[in-house]
């Protein structure tokens, strides 16, 4: 995993997402990007094509296509996703690390960037390998305590099992449900993304691919993220130039 708490890490991001002429480069590309995904260009190209107009590091390149998606993505993503009141009773499929990372990014001072599907996301990433972090034992308990309030019967983590120490977070995740008396059950699966699509149920997850394959989602991260104070939030939602169909 990147190291996602470093002091130098994030006053680099400090420039790269927190300076206004930054800023500006980013939004003209992300309008760029939409217009170009709108009308079916591949997605690799186009975000070469954006990145290097604007003169994009690769940082910034990542977090230009979580941000993106086209107007057809969109839609879809919007029509399947529920309210926090439909989440009474129901048994909901947490995309475990994705969920968690955004939770652990965000409570590190780290910077969360907001699609245009509404969805957070940030610029860490899971190479093979995840370690925990100072937040991350804080990030879990906020999740199971927002689920907790929002009255779902039970939650089901679906971690990835070829990453290295995801053993040992199910363990920690048992541990911390036992404690909190949390509803949970932790699986780990070789692919968990085909596993949350081919269950059919309700899911939380950031991930593009799985937002447009699953039948309903609700957008934990944004929701708890959006009661956290001092969040670094970069989104461009308000001040586009284009509309969003």
Known sequence: MTSRSSTAMNAADDLLFGDPESQEK???ALEDLYYLLGRDYPVKASLALAGNRYQLVQRQLQALQGMACSANERSIRKNTEL???ALKGETILLDGF???IILETALSGGFVFEGLDGCYRDISSVHGSYRTVQTTEEALVLIGKTLQQLQLQKVIWVFDAPV???GKLKGACYELAGKHHFPWE???ENAPDKYLIENS???C???GWVLNECKSWFNLGAYIINQLPAVKLLSFN???TIKLF
């Open 26 to 28: 980013l939004q003209h």
């Open 83 to 85: 309210s926090p009141d």
């Open 98 to 100: 994705n969920v968690l």
């Open 164 to 166: 290295s120490n995801s």
């Open 186 to 188: 932790i699986l780990l």
């Open 201 to 203: 149920g309700l899911i």
């Open 205 to 207: 997850s950031s991930d």
């Open 238 to 240: 308000n001040r586009l």
